[in-house]
């Protein structure tokens, strides 16, 4: 059986192509896969790859000649297969003679249903076929209308409809909307194909990318963090402070872990502790900015940077001021596993939940970075690493000293330059002499 | 034609003449000194006043329309003002005897006859009954305008209000007769007797003699007076008019006090011209209108001319012409010879007249002349009769300040809602009668002969296996409308139905077959085979107050009844600003078989004319479901019926046809089967054929059609019709009428709107070529036939695999017949 290669249509709006390079001449063999020819748009080029094995029967154009899309371009078979009704202009002929057999047998003396006098033209297609389409999420190109004059009627988008696997809800209205293709093997019930199935393949060439769909999750913290830069004055000042007395307490925890001591106090829960501490002393960066006013806080509410599988998540620690850095350890502990486990109360998560926000990336490394401000608070604190420092030590002598890095995000709308300083200073001042009983 | 009349032809064939009484032409000869004894001195006076307010109205607007004000106010009016300055003592003779009961019909040229009219009443009622008809007028608007700061007597306010209210009415105020709807040519007030006045000339020839028969069958008091113009009397309707109201059968066939004749003077106003033709020497040749008196009727209707420049002649000749209106011997042709001096409108520079013609006519002028013989006779002086004047033009300053000003006559606020006309354009009520008392019958309904035929019918057309009953056993259409019809006549007592054949026949379809039986002669009576009296006459009796189903026979004769149908029976409820209610059940059969002239519908023609409700049912519990809401409605409704299934059973309403009353509402299609891949629409007994369309379908080329009769075209609901057009994507709207500008487009384009996102394929429109109706052996290349729809489905919406066409949808043909007009 002879295999048709026809000029792909790449793009709506393209017409035709020019063939620039033929790699397989009549006669060769051709393997699946092999390159048969090159061809270029006014805007990029492709390759045309043979879908079937066998001889390259004929070739109807050559190299430099400009072929309409969706015309035959050469036909792959087996020696000897006649190949002329596939040459194009070929088949017009035939239909034109079909009608003049018609009506030379005078079964009707009007010109009835005609497809050339009454073509439509391409791409004609009914409003409930549109519709239909576009709920079910077929894409019309290549699909050829049953419909009078060609037009594309609903039972040629049923009959497509058909012949894909069954695809879910969901899937359909994604598609639909996004001009998505399904899969076809889906990854649901009985090869049913489901959203995440979909994909922007190009069905004549390989993907080679990958389109997903955003969750609702993600949907949310790019609109928060998008809105978040575009509706403030953000900026960050940078400062470390001395990581010594921390590290000891650090030491001293873990000794008395050991020993059956139940709380585990990290250096995260320690720089927490001592933001809450500092947070008291500068009541204006525990504050909400609502543009014509400020919201200053009576509480503490502290939002933790929680990194789960779904993407970031920010529930707030309420009247963390109320607490001990033990109650504080457990508690952050506790609402972590939450937002790992889904079961967070979603109220918690809103960015209006939390007074000022703590987001800790220092057990990653990272030595300095911006963190962006979930609004309508007025800071975030970013934690960076520890590094070892030169110090002076007094008399002359340095030593290397291990300093943990703050990174103070603040909007300019509610803090000046010198009061952010101050409370940044005061948080390191803080971390520098915590204190507390095990 | 009745079997006791019996005619003989030994004395049809015997040789012999027609001979004629002399026509009195101007025979009065009184002076007013010896018409002492016949009025008083006020009586005189009063005649002059009337007069009087006529010309100074009359002056009036023909000032504003000429010189744009009148004694100093300005005012601008855009519309029509056709005057009767110089005809004023032919209005005022024409009123003046007449009595509130009386009603007087007119035409484009009556403010005079409203003013003499309105004043004869307002002298003729008693205080307290006129004051109630001002005050219970549209809850007394138009009197609480002329009331404020008035002083004067009840009768004095009733002069102010009948100046203000015809004055607003041509202004075309809220406050005016007819809430501005009627303006100058159709201003009237019924409760003073004034009925409609008609632009259409010799409009009221035909509907002031329905007026004349409600008055006669209904035996109300009081005759019609039809004020027609000397032009008129060319018209076919006025013939139609005159034709109807001197009918034998009034004096030889109708019984007991329904013999005798109609109470109904033709009162034509001479002025001489109709517009610029003159009437004697150019466009006619009657001579003396009079002269015509004496071709229609042995009594020549009592005809005669009167000299309408002496009020006292016209007065004189109506004091006569009642004496034989109470004698029963009307109809009466009296022709009232006047002039007119105005052209036919202000923008009328009378060409065609000389000078010295009006001169000579203004120098006898009525109102001076009889002012003089007032004077002479030394029944007034000169001062009083100044006075006269003098008052009246102050009262008319006055009148045209109110009217004019927009606080206190606003026209209708049409920005704050501006469906208010659409909501006057039906009355859309509910009434099982339009009067209170016994209807005559001649029997129970139950021992009607037809009545218990037909309940022995099958009230389905199946039995419990499927298979049909035989025709004559089953209950058939014309049962239904029967059915609807003979319960009516048993509930109303002013039904009335005629038209041609249709007593001792029964209705050339037998619909009425045995309503002859149950019916007094003067409740179904055959009338003369001219359709605009059938219809003008129907008017007029239900603007009175009465229900009536007139019939024309063939939907062909349409046209013979155009001007009743599209410009009378639609218009009036609206045009009287709600004051007329117009309970007329129009029936009309679409025949077939009978070639190019009776055999078309012509449903689209009636459809197109707003104030008419259009149904063509084609199954016998729609027939009857239908016509029993056509005849509870106050509205005008055109009943289509098909000759081609008067003898169909009923096919579709589980049970049958119900055996007691119940009504169908206008407007809702209805689907007579259910299907989901096309949906046919169909406007009369097309429905047949789309049904037979829908098996081949479904056979042939497994489509299941849903078929849905649209029943009503006026008001049609699409609701139901786009939720199947939903469901299917596709439609065929056909019916029988000529497809181009018939209301199957209509239909097609109100679904391509409503239900376009829903659509597989342009509706379709399957109708009838735009041809001739052929001889019947030729109907099926003209009338839509069942293949026709597959061709038009295969052609237009899905190509049907192995389908070849007979008939030619193709869009190359649609272009090829538009160009050559077929």
Same mark, same amino acid.
């Given at each position: ?23 397989? !001449? ?167 194909? !489901? ?244 | ?19 004629? #009484? ?82 007087? @019909? ?54 102010? @209000? ?134 229609? #009727? ?267 149908? @599209? #410009? ?239 008939? #030619? ?14």
């Amino acid at each position: 059986m002879a295999f048709v290669v026809i000029m792909p249509k790449q793009g709506q709006s393209v017409e035709s192509c020019i063939i620039t390079e033929w790699n397989k !001449k009549k006669g060769d063999q051709v393997k699946k896969g092999d390159l048969l020819f090159a061809y270029e748009t006014d805007k990029a080029s492709f390759e045309e790859e043979a879908a079937v094995e066998g001889t390259l029967l004929e070739l109807f154009y050559e190299t430099g000649d400009e072929v309409p899309v969706l015309t035959n371009v050469c036909v792959i078979g087996a020696p000897g297969e006649p190949v002329d009704a596939f040459r194009p202009g070929g088949a017009v002929t035939e239909i034109i003679e079909t009608i003049e057999t018609i009506e030379i047998n005078g079964t009707i003396e009007t010109n009835g249903t005609s497809p050339v006098a009454q073509s439509v033209g391409s791409g004609a297609i009914s409003p409930r076929a549109k519709n239909l389409a576009e709920k079910e999420g077929v894409q019309l190109d290549g699909i050829t209308g049953s419909g009078p004059g060609g037009r594309i009627i609903e039972q040629d988008v049923k009959a497509v409809i058909n012949s894909h696997p069954k695809t879910t809800p969901l899937a359909r209205k994604i598609a639909g909307e996004e001009q998505l293709q399904p899969a076809s093997q889906g990854s649901g019930l009985g090869g049913s194909v !489901k959203a995440k199935d979909l994909t922007a393949i190009n069905p004549i060439y390989s993907n080679d990318f990958e389109i997903k769909k955003l969750s609702n999750m993600r949907k949310l913290i790019a609109k928060a963090m998008h809105q978040s830069l575009q509706n403030s004055a953000q900026l960050t000042h940078h400062l470390g402070a001395d990581a010594r007395r921390m590290l000891e307490l650090r030491r001293k925890v873990k000794k008395a872990n050991d020993n059956g001591y139940p709380v585990n106090i990290t250096l995260n829960d320690m720089v927490c502790f001592a933001v809450v501490k500092a947070l008291r002393k500068f009541p204006q960066a525990n504050a909400h900015f609502l543009g014509d006013s400020v919201k200053y806080f009576n509480k503490i509410h502290l939002g933790i940077a929680v990194d789960t599988e779904r993407g970031l998540m920010v529930p707030a620690i309420r009247n963390a001021d109320d607490l001990s850095i033990q109650g504080l350890s457990n508690q952050m502990r506790e609402i972590a596993a939450s937002c790992r486990k889904g079961a967070i109360n979603p109220e918690l998560l809103s960015s209006e939940a939390a007074s000022f926000t703590v987001s800790n990336l220092g057990n990653y490394g990272v030595e300095l970075f911006t963190p962006v401000i979930n609004l309508p608070q007025v800071g975030i604190l970013g934690v960076n690493t520890i590094v070892p420092r030169p110090k002076d030590l007094g008399d002359g002598a340095y030593g290397f000293v291990p300093y943990i890095g703050l990174s103070l995000t603040y909007d300019h709308q509610a803090l000046d330059g010198g009061e952010a300083t101050r409370f940044l200073k005061q948080i390191a001042t803080e971390i520098e002499n915590l204190e507390f009983e095990l | 034609m009745p079997k006791v009349q019996f005619i003989d032809p030994s004395v049809a064939r015997q040789a012999g003449e027609i001979t004629f #009484n002399p026509i009195p032409v101007n025979q009065y000869a009184k002076t007013v000194a010896e018409e002492k004894a016949n009025f008083s001195n006020d009586d005189f006076l009063r005649i002059y006043h009337d007069m009087v307010v006529i010309r100074e109205f009359e002056t009036m607007l023909n000032l504003i329309k000429t010189t744009g004000e009148y004694s100093g106010v300005p005012y601008d009016h855009p519309g029509p003002a056709h005057l009767s300055a110089g005809q004023e003592a032919a209005a005022v003779g024409m009123a003046y005897t007449l009595t509130v009961d009386d009603f007087i @019909f007119g035409s484009h040229r009556s403010h005079g006859e409203i003013l003499a009219k309105g004043l004869s009443a307002i002298q003729k009622l008693n205080d307290a009954d006129l004051m109630r008809i001002m005050e219970t007028f549209f809850n007394g608007t138009v009197l609480n305008v002329v009331k404020k700061d008035f002083k004067g007597t009840t009768k004095q306010l009733g002069r102010r @209000f009948l100046i203000y209210g015809t004055l607003a009415e041509i202004f075309a105020r809220e406050t005016g007769f007819n809430k501005g709807l009627g303006g100058s040519m159709h201003a009237f007030f019924t409760p003073f007797g004034v009925y409609p006045n008609n632009a259409i000339v010799g409009g009221s020839g035909d509907i002031s003699v329905g007026a004349a028969l409600y008055k006669k069958i209904n035996r109300k008091p009081g005759m019609v007076v039809a004020n027609i113009g000397d032009a008129s009397m060319a018209c076919g309707p006025v013939w139609e008019g005159l034709s109807f109201a001197s009918m034998d059968q009034f004096n030889e066939l109708w019984e007991g006090d329904m013999k005798g004749g109609l109470p109904v003077i033709f009162n034509v106003m001479n002025n001489q011209y109709g517009m610029g033709g003159q009437t004697c020497g150019e466009t006619m040749g009657y001579g003396k209108v009079a002269r015509i008196g004496a071709g229609v #009727n042995p009594e020549q209707m009592h005809a005669e001319r009167v000299d309408g420049y002496n009020p006292l002649a016209v007065i004189d000749a109506y004091r006569r012409k009642r004496q034989l209106i109470e004698e029963k011997k009307g109809p009466i042709l009296l022709e009232i010879l006047t002039y007119r001096y105005s052209g036919h409108s202000p923008s009328d520079a009378s060409s065609y007249r000389s000078k010295e013609e009006i001169e000579a006519w203004q120098a006898q002028d009525s109102i001076a002349s009889f002012g003089k013989s007032l004077v002479d006779a030394k029944i007034t002086d000169q001062k009083t009769l100044d006075s006269v004047w003098a008052d009246i033009k102050q009262i008319m300053v006055e009148m045209l300040k109110l009217s004019i000003n927009d606080e206190v006559s606003p026209r209708m606020d049409i920005r704050k809602r501006p469906e208010q006309i659409g909501e006057m354009i039906f009355s859309n009520q509910s009434v099982d009668k339009m009067e209170d008392r016994i209807p005559e019958v001649n029997h129970p309904m139950a021992e009607n002969p037809r009545v218990i035929q037909i309940s022995k019918k099958e009230r389905f057309a199946f039995d419990a296996d499927g298979k049909p009953f035989s025709k004559m056993k089953q209950y058939q259409l014309r049962d239904g409308i029967f059915d609807a019809i003979v319960d009516r006549f048993y509930k109303d007592p002013t039904l009335v139905a005629y038209g041609e054949e249709n007593r001792d026949w029964g209705g050339a379809f037998a619909v009425y077959r045995g309503l002859t039986e149950a019916l007094p002669y003067h409740r179904l009576f055959n009338s003369p085979i001219s359709e605009a009296s059938i219809v003008g006459t129907a008017i007029g009796y239900a603007m009175c107050g009465g229900r009536v189903i007139p019939e024309i026979m063939y939907c062909d004769f349409l046209g013979r009844c155009g001007d009743e149908v @599209f #410009n009378q029976l639609p218009k009036w409820q609206a045009m009287s600003g709600n004051v007329l209610k117009m309970p007329v059940v129009l029936r009309v059969s679409v025949g077939s078989k009978y070639g190019a002239q009776h055999s078309q519908d012509w449903t689209s023609l009636v459809a197109h004319i707003p104030g008419l409700k259009v149904v063509f049912p084609v199954t016998p519990y729609d027939a009857k479901g239908l016509m029993n809401s056509a005849l509870q409605g106050t509205d005008p409704v055109v009943f289509f019926e098909s000759q081609r299934v008067y003898d169909i059973g009923e096919q579709f309403h589980k049970g049958g046809v119900p055996e007691g009353y119940y009504e169908i509402p206008f407007g809702e299609p209805d689907v007579k089967r259910e299907g989901k891949d096309v949906t046919i629409l169909t406007i009369g007994a097309t429905l047949y054929r789309a049904l037979e369309a829908a098996k081949i379908l479904e056979q042939k080329y497994g489509m299941s059609a849903e078929v849905i009769d649209a029943r009503s075209l006026v008001p049609f609901n699409y609701e139901k019709v786009v939720a199947s057009v939903k469901k299917t994507g596709r439609i065929i709207v056909s019916g029988d009428a000529t497809s181009r500008g018939s209301f199957l487009n209509e239909l097609a384009r109100n679904i391509t709107e409503l239900a376009f996102d829903y659509l597989d394929a342009p509706p379709v429109v399957v109708g009838s070529r735009n041809w001739i109706t052929p001889a019947y052996e030729l109907e099926e290349a003209f009338f839509p036939q069942p293949e026709w729809f597959i061709d038009a489905i295969h052609e237009k919406i899905v190509p049907l695999k192995g389908h070849i066409s007979g008939q #030619n949808f193709s869009d190359l043909e649609q272009i090829r017949r538009a160009k050559l007009g077929v």
